[in-house]
């Protein structure tokens, strides 16, 4: 099981416009950076479904407001979490 283009796409986007921020911690940015080179190559390890869990778990407050948001954003979550477990 992989993300789909759009889930990728969802995830990277909310890493982007959140995460790349000056205003975050430098090691932090980087961390984020390395997920999403490993998204855009296939090779997401267990460290980096961690943290896109993490970021998803953050950021889904943002998409309450917005039915069709809040719906990509659970499914996106629930699908890490899926990944997440079949990784270890």
Known sequence: ???????????????SNYFFQ??????????Y???LRHLRENTLSASD??????ALT???PLCRDNREAHKDMMGVTL??????????
């Not at 000056?22 to 961390?31: C, F, G, H």
């Not at 479904?49 to 993490?54: D, F, G, H, T």
């Open 1 to 15: 099981m992989q993300y789909t283009d759009n889930e990728a796409a969802l995830i990277g986007g909310l890493i």
């Open 22 to 31: 000056p205003s975050v911690d430098a090691k932090l940015r980087e961390s």
């Open 33 to 35: 950076r390395r997920v």
């Open 49 to 54: 479904l961690s943290r896109i869990q993490n």
């Open 58 to 60: 953050f950021l889904s």
């Open 79 to 88: 699908k890490t979490d899926a990944l997440l477990r079949a990784s270890r």
